[in-house]
């Protein structure tokens, strides 16, 4: 009989369901979805929805692309961004790492397409037989392909769409633990849809940007079972952008998110609520309003832009302590550099030194064409 040393990845979901997402509503699979992707937002406080005006708006809100190519004079038609960033660092697991990948281009009369291939890298395990006896080793990874199209309904309003395939490849086929053979893989498929609104209302003056994005909108997976299904993480993120100084040199902009989950798995069931009816109706009345209200997590993050050289960041993160929620509050910085076509931004998590946040950085380039 074979057993499988689970060790790396029981780390990584006990993680991510006390620390990256809402325990409230239940257990959910694949919470990779929810890590942050961009240094940039990472440095002010995991909020980018109403600001969403780089490559990395395919996950903070795909309809911010739709205003990245205005004027052919100045806009490039075309960008790519990279981020890497070593995952749990004080776990210090070497093979333990986070990957992202997006692009967007402009396409005449078609408008703004977009992509990205978010990799998160388990590590290796190792399978034994009751004994001790190493039997095979493996990897375990999860990673996400997402394609994203956006475009203008008003010059002020505009829409974003994804649609994306999940995969993840906990263990392989035929693995046995106990007396049953495992699949620890499964393949789910989801939806973003998001808005972006810029009031040209004179007061504002062309200062406050809204977004919205309603992300991993899909049906539930599942590894070994059917009857034994887990949601995907379904997350609401409203928020706004405010230029509170924009001049020749200097440019403050100040950033505010908060993020409802909408998934949903009833106490002591093993199956998954229906998405929709998880998303519109069992999120929304299920338990007391302070427990609604406390599953929600806040962002709030502030940035300086000396020209488009230099940039400076802050923010800090809040959600509640459990067992409504995970319990993160922790400051965040960042920086940015700006030479030429390249872009350079660095994210840091200040956190308790408990914390398996704590000291994550994250480091991002792009490059526009």
Do not use: C
């Not at 769409?161 to 490849?169: D, H, P």
Request: hydrophobic share 40%; charged share 20%.
């Amino acid at each position: 009989m074979k057993k499988l040393n689970y060790t790396l990845v029981l780390l990584f979901f006990i993680f991510m369901h006390n620390a990256v997402f809402a325990q409230g509503p239940g257990t959910a699979a694949v919470p990779f979805l929810l890590i942050s992707p961009g240094a940039r937002a990472g440095g002010m406080g995991e909020s980018g929805v109403a600001l969403a005006n780089d490559a990395t708006a395919v996950y903070w809100n795909p309809a911010g692309l739709a205003y990245q190519y205005e004027d052919p004079e100045k806009d490039s038609p075309g960008e790519v961004s990279i981020m890497h960033a070593k995952w749990l660092p004080q776990f210090n697991f070497s093979d333990l790492f986070y990957d992202y990948f997006a692009a967007r281009y402009y396409f005449e009369d078609i408008g703004m397409v977009g992509l990205s291939f978010t990799w998160l890298n388990l590590g290796e395990n190792i399978e034994t037989s009751t004994d001790g006896t190493v039997l095979g080793k493996f990897n375990s990874q999860e990673y996400a392909i997402t394609l994203s199209y956006a475009t203008k309904l008003e010059q002020n309003l505009g829409v974003g769409v994804n649609v994306k395939v999940i995969r993840s490849e906990l263990a392989p086929d035929g693995v046995q633990v106990g007396n049953e053979s495992t699949d620890g893989s499964a393949t789910g498929f989801a939806v973003d849809l998001g808005v972006l609104w810029e009031p040209a209302y004179d007061i504002f003056e062309k200062r406050l940007r809204l977004g919205a994005n309603l992300s991993n909108f899909g049906p539930a997976i599942f590894y070994n079972d059917k009857a034994q299904s887990d949601p995907i993480p379904t997350n609401l993120r409203l928020g706004l952008a405010f230029k509170l100084l924009d001049d020749e040199f200097n440019r403050i902009t100040m950033v505010y998110d908060l993020n409802k989950p909408l998934y949903h798995k009833e106490s002591g069931s093993d199956k998954a609520t229906n998405f929709i009816e998880a998303a519109f109706y069992k999120s929304w009345v299920d338990g007391s309003l302070e427990k609604r209200w406390k599953q929600i997590t806040h962002g709030v993050g502030m940035e300086y832009w000396y020209g488009n050289l230099i940039a400076l960041r802050a923010g800090y993160f809040y959600e509640a302590d459990p067992p409504y929620n995970g319990g993160r509050q922790f400051l965040t910085f960042g920086a940015g550099l700006v030479y030429d076509i390249f872009g350079f931004d660095f994210g840091y998590i200040s956190d308790d030194e408990d914390s398996p946040l704590s000291d994550t950085m994250r480091f991002s380039l792009s490059v526009k064409f």
